[in-house]
């Protein structure tokens, strides 16, 4: 059972993430709060008094890294399990020689990933040989604690929050790979910054994917006379980007027709808009289709200008459904002729295009603690919760709470126009903006 060897980055055909896996603590990126000179963790493994505990964190942040870096450290036999594929009969014997070695003096640690995965019964097992200290327990999990491990386990267990990794911290990893050997350090590569750059941002914190899509682009490079490898834009763009499906080719003037319809309607004209219904209805199309695209109109084309048209739209559709053709033709009628002559905005639509961006192109920050509900122990000992305003104990129902994450604070997404009821909005808003001002510090 035991580790014959926790490094293998002598091995050349292992894959990047394997070869450029840490062994010290002075390699290890990321978790600076945790494992920077005269942090708590840190300390614990220098001085070897560790204890059971749980890595809690997102994928690819270094949590198996950690346990075994910690085991060479301490000079601990190294056990290692998966909550995926491993029995708790294996786990059981697992323990039971670790109990017997500490007889020996042979301190053990056993590394359970993805611990959630156990039910709580099953984690029962680890409570007797944790409580008399055969075994030092190091846990993994991507999901909340307080939720998916066992109470009486969680209490003997120190939780340790393991964060994504930042972009300077992917950018460091990225770079280290290919100068060490273990890594690209012997190849001729040509990368660029803004290379490194893009593929720190795919990555989105996760450091095995950021080595995994750095060896891709390596290994798809372009390799010249002299053995330079060359990676170029395009190879990138294809490496990170994901596959959308095309339209169906043989529908074409199905969506040529529906594109008439949404345009006829955004240009406020009644005639065009009511003839394009009627070709697609007189053809044979699902009116529940047309009713649909209708809904998705009235918040993308008319919004805040007429919160009505959502409404309208929605009636027209459950008209639809009860009615069928050629019924409902009057209704979807209806719903045209109001969206074509309703005041127009798209401001909704941009808003959360913009907030898309900002969602798929910036890394995952998590949510501000203070936003955050706390309904167990270890959750109120994080601050989840913490300095949370509540608005409706306020005068003017505003409060200084940061809602957004540091990186985007000054955002806006939503700006208002002055069609239709937005002026309302606008005004609003404008006045709740003039508040923030007077009273933000």
């Known amino acids: 059972m035991k580790q014959v060897s926790l490094f293998h980055a002598n091995d050349q055909n292992a894959p990047l993430a394997s070869r450029m896996r840490p062994q010290t603590l002075d390699e290890f990126i990321g978790q600076e709060d945790l494992l920077g000179p005269g942090k708590i963790l840190r ?57 017997s070695n500490r007889d020996f003096d042979e301190k053990t640690i056993l590394f359970l990933d993805e611990i959630h995965r156990f039910n709580k019964a099953q984690q029962d097992i680890f409570l007797p040989y944790v409580e008399s200290g055969s075994v030092i327990l190091i846990g993994a999990t991507t999901e909340n604690p307080s939720f998916e491990i066992n109470s009486a386990l969680l209490s003997r267990c120190k939780v340790f929050v393991l964060k994504a990794l930042s972009k300077d911290n992917l950018m460091t990893l990225l770079t280290r790979s290919l100068e060490d050997p273990r890594g690209f350090g012997q190849e001729n590569i040509k990368f660029t910054l803004e290379d490194l750059q893009i593929i720190a941002g795919f990555a989105n914190g996760d450091g095995r994917v950021a080595l995994n899509t750095l060896e891709m682009a390596v290994l798809n490079g372009q390799t010249n006379k002299d053995k330079t490898i060359v990676i ?35 240009n406020s004209d009644v005639d065009a808009a009511i003839y394009w219904l009627a070709r697609m209805l007189e053809a044979g199309e699902d009116p529940l289709y047309v009713a649909r695209r209708l809904v998705r109109f009235a918040s993308e084309d008319v ?90 104990n306020t005068e003017d129902k505003l409060t200084t709470l940061q809602c957004l994450p540091d990186s985007l604070v000054g955002h806006r997404y939503y700006l208002p126009t002055t069609q239709g009821s937005e002026e309302k909005v606008k005004k609003r808003m404008d006045q709740i903006k003039d508040w923030h001002q007077k009273h933000d510090k």
């Open 43 to 99: 300390q614990l493994i220098e001085s070897d008094k560790v204890s059971s505990m749980i890595f809690w964190g997102p994928p690819g942040v270094g949590k198996t890294t950690l346990a075994r870096i910690i085991a060479h450290q301490t000079k601990a036999d190294f056990l290692t399990f998966s909550g995926v594929t491993s029995g708790t009969k294996d786990i059981k014997q697992a323990l039971e020689e670790a109990k």
């Open 232 to 266: 170029n834009k395009e190879i990138l763009e294809q490496i990170t980007s994901k596959k959308s499906l095309l339209y169906d080719k043989n529908g074409e003037e199905h969506y040529n027709i529906i594109s008439a319809l949404h345009k006829s309607m955004r």
């Open 303 to 392: 919004g805040m200008a007429d919160s009505r048209a959502l409404e309208i739209t929605v009636s027209a559709y459950q008209a639809c459904h009860f009615l069928g053709m050629p019924e409902c033709n009057v209704h979807l009628t209806h719903a045209v002729t109001y969206l074509s002559l309703a005041p127009k905005s798209n401001a909704l639509y941009t808003a959360y295009g913009k907030a898309k961006k900002d969602a798929l192109e910036q890394i995952d920050e998590p949510v501000p603690l203070q936003l955050r509900n706390a309904p167990t122990k270890l959750m109120k000992e994080l601050n989840y919760g913490a300095d949370y305003q509540y608005a409706h």
